[in-house]
Nanobody
Framework: QVHLAESGGGLVQPGGSLRLSCTASGNFFGIDTMGWYRQAPENERETVATITSVGTATYADSVKGRFTISRDNAKNTVYLQMDNLRPEDTAIYYC???????????????WGQGSHVTVSS
């Protein structure tokens, strides 16, 4: 069993900052790419940022220059630092991870429980 536990969502004013964290736990042999996607009402799901096991990051155009993804492999944790937040960033943010679940290299796709982020004055 693999579990992704998120923390760090909340309410913030426009221009403010939040930091999301997500830690993987359970029985597995390694973690490949980790990342975050978000889902807002009436919007399509959007992949916000991803980071490979060696630290190569990619971002959606909508968050470039404002969000920073990072990870601590020793802690099996990925972070999303969100700065200069805008009302349009309001959404539920989900952590995602591709995790090796067997010695033969089988990869499973997992996601967290979701963190509510609300940007409003």
């Amino acid at each position: 069993q693999v579990h992704l536990a998120e923390s760090g969502g909340g309410l913030v004013q426009p221009g403010g900052s939040l930091r999301l964290s997500c830690t993987a736990s359970g029985n597995f042999f390694g973690i490949d790419t980790m990342g975050w996607y978000r889902q807002a009402p009436e919007n399509e799901r959007e992949t916000v940022a991803t980071i490979t096991s060696v630290g190569t990051a990619t971002y959606a155009d909508s968050v470039k220059g404002r969000f920073t993804i990072s990870r601590d492999n020793a802690k099996n944790t990925v972070y999303l630092q969100m700065d200069n937040l805008r009302p349009e960033d309001t959404a539920i943010y989900y952590c995602i991870a591709y995790i090796q679940i067997s010695t033969s290299g089988q990869i499973g796709y997992y996601w967290g429980q979701g963190s509510h982020v609300t940007v409003s004055s």
